[in-house]
């Protein structure tokens, strides 16, 4: 079985700083890694995945992801957050074999202060 | 063409009636899922129509019934809805699990 954990539900940063969104995962085997991100009464758009390439990912609109087997880890960065990045992100594990597989975590809202 | 289409957009229905969700996909993707969304929560599986086979979350209840007339759409047919069934409906597609979903815009469903 798999397990997705997002360590934080809320983080706040100030324009301009950088971004840190975590995630913990769970796997008996190698899984695909996914970051969604959800902005209010919208659909959920795909960031970035890891898909046991690289494991710097990068992702769009500045953001990647280091993927860290030894610390069962993927979490979300960017280096400098810009006030349309105030939304929900999601964190999502997907093993081979079907629909069954995909978990998602439970979401971290990310605010941006001006 | 990179887009998931729903709709519609908005709609608020009373418990006696029989409404339809349409989803509508053109990137030949051989997958796709009906997802609801409550408040603050993450998207819950409810329906996957995969190479031509409907699977189904045994936990969602017989009024929401979805029908997939060919490869590139897919309904969900409400009828007798309760108000908890109130939410963000997310259609979304893939061409295989780990490649990731595309998701739709969503329709918001209210329940009176």
């Known amino acids: 079985a798999q397990s997705v954990t997002q360590l934080d539900s809320h983080v706040s940063v100030s324009e301009g700083t950088p971004v840190l969104l975590r995630c913990n995962y769970s796997?008996?085997?190698?899984?695909?890694l996914f970051w969604y991100v959800q902005h209010p009464n919208k659909g959920l758009q795909l960031l970035l995945k890891y898909t046991s390439a690289a494991t710097l990912v990068k992702g769009i609109n500045g953001f990647e992801a280091e993927f860290k087997k030894s610390e069962t880890s993927f979490h979300l960065t960017k280096p400098s957050a810009h006030m349309s990045d105030a939304a929900e992100y999601f964190c999502v594990v997907s093993l081979s074999g079907g629909y069954q597989k995909v978990t998602f975590g439970t979401g971290t809202k990310l605010q941006v202060i001006p | 063409d990179t887009e998931v289409t729903q709709t519609p957009k908005h709609l608020v229905m009373g418990m006696t009636n029989k409404k339809s969700l349409k989803c509508e996909q053109h990137m030949g993707h051989r997958a796709m899922y009906w997802y609801k969304q409550k408040a603050k929560k993450p998207p819950e599986l409810m329906f996957v129509y995969s190479y031509e086979k409907l699977s189904i979350n045994e936990s969602v209840p017989s009024r929401f019934s979805p029908e997939c007339p060919n490869s590139s759409l897919l309904n969900l047919h409400l009828h007798a809805l309760q108000p908890e069934d109130s939410a963000l409906y997310l259609c979304?597609?893939?061409?295989?699990?780990?490649?990731?979903?595309?998701f739709g815009s969503g329709t918001r469903l209210t329940v009176v």
């Open positions: 796997s008996s085997y190698s899984p695909s």
């Open positions: 979304a597609s893939s061409q295989d699990f780990t490649f990731g979903y595309t």
